[in-house]
């Protein structure tokens, strides 16, 4: 047998029993959460954590993903002479797909690499294993908590993401074109229905669980000191960053077909 093969076969075999390990890690989380005392107060200081001081940066990016879209719209809608149809083009592009992805990028940026970095860190100080010497299941308190306020907050901060896009949307095309927030409002929403924005809203969900998911279980289970925490706050951006790209293109492919 190659080398070649034989390093395939590897990488293969070590892809598959981290799926393995992860699969049993989320059952652990699932059970640990289902199961009384519940941790309300560290729920609570975790929503804080990943969504009001996320809020800022996904205002960011919603906005700045106003502006470009606004700006390269414009010059295309006109060369086709379509330009009447510029407020829906940014409404739908914003709502639809352009507002939950990057908020879901931006968050496991943020909160992907912070969660990772934090468990990995109190991993190899062995916080976690004095956490379950006092009786305390490191599952519900530390992994739960987190997955849970990732999964409440992406959908908030996604529309506070697509609000600054149509909001900075606006602002440019009315500074080339006047035109009221109320004209600009109703010409984008016109013809649209609940259908068209919830479940792309609603998808946000499943990419707070991908987010919060692999940063726990990539920082619970760090091995190798502080180079360990920087390998696990590395991987769990990468990680979840890639597996939300993955999400959305499953997401957007069933939304589609149940929601046309």
Known sequence: ?????????????????????????FWQV???AVTPPFEFRELF?????????????????????????????????????????????????????????????????????????ELASMKVTEQ??????????????????????CILMLPLLTLAADFCGLLMGWVTQAMVEPVSLHQFINAGFSGASFNDFLPPTFKTMVFGLIIGLVACFQGMRTQGGAAGVGRAATSSVVLSSLFVILADVVLVKLIIIFFP
């Open 1 to 25: 047998m190659s080398p070649g093969v034989s390093s395939a076969k590897g990488l293969i075999s070590e892809f598959l029993e981290w799926f393995g390990d992860l699969g049993i890690f």
């Open 45 to 117: 200081r975790q929503l804080d954590e990943i969504g009001s001081k996320s809020l800022p940066l996904v205002a960011l990016a919603g906005a700045a993903t106003g502006v470009v879209l606004s700006l390269e719209a414009r010059y295309s809608l006109t060369r086709f002479g379509a330009k009447s149809l510029l407020p829906a083009a940014i409404v739908f592009s914003v709502i639809h797909e352009t507002g939950p992805i990057i908020t879901g990028l931006v968050v496991s940026g943020r909160v992907g690499a912070g969660i990772g970095a």
């Open 128 to 149: 976690i294993d004095a956490i379950e010497v006092s009786a305390v299941n490191p599952y519900r308190l530390l992994a739960a908590t987190r997955i849970l306020a």
């Open 30 to 32: 699932i059970r640990a």
